[in-house]
């Protein structure tokens, strides 16, 4: 008789443990449901999530740049867009804004507008400042993401210290 209740009391242990373990489970898959952006992958460095991100956004900003110009050049029979080239350039600012916050949230980064804002920002202040007349090479379709690689790591950076600052 002591066996049959040692047994009986191990079943009764059990049976709320599988049901709390199924419970838990629906409510794992009821979570991941209800947040579609969710990946079950393993983290990633955020350095390293910040460097492919900035050099995307280079790339963005470089397919932009080379799509304004062959419009232009189908429109106006030169690569040179005159008064369309500012809003050409705020288009594609804030496109590759646009693209890299979102990848940035995606990938659940800290402050991911305000590193994508900056990351842009910064990386065309340098190209404005430095390399406008160099454009035209291809040694650009390198430097300019890799630059956006650095400024999103510096937008990063900043985007902490402000961070401590305002706490």
Do not use: K, Y
Not at 36 to 56: E, N, Q, S, W
């Amino acid at each position: 008789m002591g066996d049959d209740a040692g047994e009986a009391d191990e079943a009764g242990r059990g049976m709320p443990a599988d049901l709390e373990d199924r419970l838990e489970e629906a409510d794992a898959e009821a979570e991941e449901e209800a947040d579609p952006g969710r990946f079950d992958a393993p983290p990633l460095p955020p350095l390293l999530i910040l460097a492919v991100v900035g050099l995307l956004a280079g790339f963005v900003t470089i397919a932009c740049i080379w799509l304004s110009e062959q419009g232009c050049n189908r429109v106006r029979d030169t690569p040179n867009c005159g008064a369309m080239g500012f809003p050409l350039l705020i288009v594609t600012v804030v496109v590759t804004i646009v693209l890299a916050a979102l990848a940035l949230t995606r990938l659940a980064m800290p402050h991911p507008r305000l590193v994508a804002f900056l990351g842009v920002m910064f990386m065309l202040l340098v190209v404005l400042a430095f390399l406008t007349d160099h454009l035209s090479s291809t040694w650009s379709l390198l430097v300019v993401p890799v630059l956006s690689a650095v400024t999103f790591l510096v937008a990063h950076l900043i985007a902490g210290r402000l961070e401590r600052a305002d706490a």
